[in-house]
């Protein structure tokens, strides 16, 4: 993540507007933390102003972070109408966020899928490639979700969804 948010966030600073901001929530060390955003600032160029590093020890995984990331956004802007969320791992493509993000669907949650006619999974392993894919087709069987793609790091929130969710 270190390596691939830099490069992320230099794809998106060319599509985002003044009203866009990324937070980045970062639990690793304070070293790699502070490194890891002198790279995205300067990645971000003109846009650099658009981001904000919220760094913590405490390591709640994934939906920990987002969590936190989602209740720092609600509590600076809490009349913004959209917020996207994923996962710096290299394996989103900085367009397919845009398109979330620019969706004309209006419903609470939109979720990126890796597994559409347009999508692209790049850098990859074959078992985690297998493992996605069963994960994929297990979990919505189990929990009867109609969702394609329900480990996917990609996802539009409404601020009624972020609101319920915290």
């Not at 970062?26 to 002198?38: G, H, K, N, P, Q």
């Not at 367009?95 to 620019?102: A, E, F, T």
Request: hydrophobic letters at 40%; glycine letters at 6%; aromatic letters at 4%.
């Amino acid at each position: 993540e270190a390596d691939a948010l830099p490069l992320l966030i230099a794809e998106l600073s060319l599509h985002l507007t003044e009203r866009d901001v990324i937070i980045v929530v970062d639990d690793s060390t304070l070293t790699t933390a502070r490194e890891t955003e002198v790279r995205c600032r300067a990645m971000a160029g003109d846009a650099s102003h658009n981001l904000i590093f919220d760094h913590s020890y405490q390591r709640g995984g994934r939906g920990g972070a987002v969590r936190r990331g989602l209740k720092l956004a609600l509590s600076i802007w809490p009349n913004v109408h959209w917020f996207v969320e994923c996962d710096a791992d290299g394996s989103h493509r900085a367009v397919d966020v845009i398109r979330v993000l620019n969706s004309d669907l209006s419903s609470d949650l939109l979720v990126g899928s890796r597994y559409l006619p347009d999508s692209r999974i790049i850098g990859w392993s074959a078992s985690r490639r297998i493992q996605s894919r069963a994960l994929n087709i297990l979990i919505p069987r189990i929990l009867k979700l109609h969702i394609h793609d329900v480990t996917n790091g990609l996802r539009r929130y409404s601020r009624r969804a972020v609101e319920q969710l915290l």
